[in-house]
């Protein structure tokens, strides 16, 4: 997939609510969830282009106000999926997000995600 306007999008609002934030990843690092096996802990889309949500135990979703919101958060519950063995004790929240704008969805997070958000209706 190439870098189009979901992409510029998601550069966008990952550059809003991390601004200011120490230690915090590049823009450039989140990503679309592209494969069926990532279990992202922060999902996004660009309907709700400032918002990132938490996915929460059962599948459910939960807005984060903000960047320090969503590390307390990742930090107290945990994360869906440890990468490389890490989790939010050792790197930021936004290691483990990625945006749902692919349609239709390739993850299974982002199918849920995006039925919640009520743009994929099948």
């Not at 279990?39 to 984060?64: L, N, R």
């Not at 590390?71 to 989790?87: K, P, S, Y």
């Amino acid at each position: 997939m190439g870098r189009g306007l979901g992409w510029t999008v998601a550069a966008l609002v990952a550059v809003g609510i991390t601004g200011g934030v120490a230690g915090v990843a590049s823009a450039t690092d989140i990503t679309e969830c592209t494969t069926r096996s990532k279990k992202p802990t922060f999902v996004w889309h660009e309907s709700e282009a400032s918002i990132f949500y938490y996915v929460g135990p059962g599948g459910s979703f939960q807005p984060m106000d903000s960047a320090r919101e969503a590390q307390e958060i990742c930090t107290a519950r945990g994360v869906r999926q440890r990468l490389r063995g890490r989790d939010c004790a050792t790197v930021d929240w936004d290691y483990f997000a990625c945006g749902c704008n692919v349609s239709p969805p390739i993850n299974r997070t982002c199918d849920r995600f995006q039925r919640f958000l009520g743009v994929l209706t099948r």
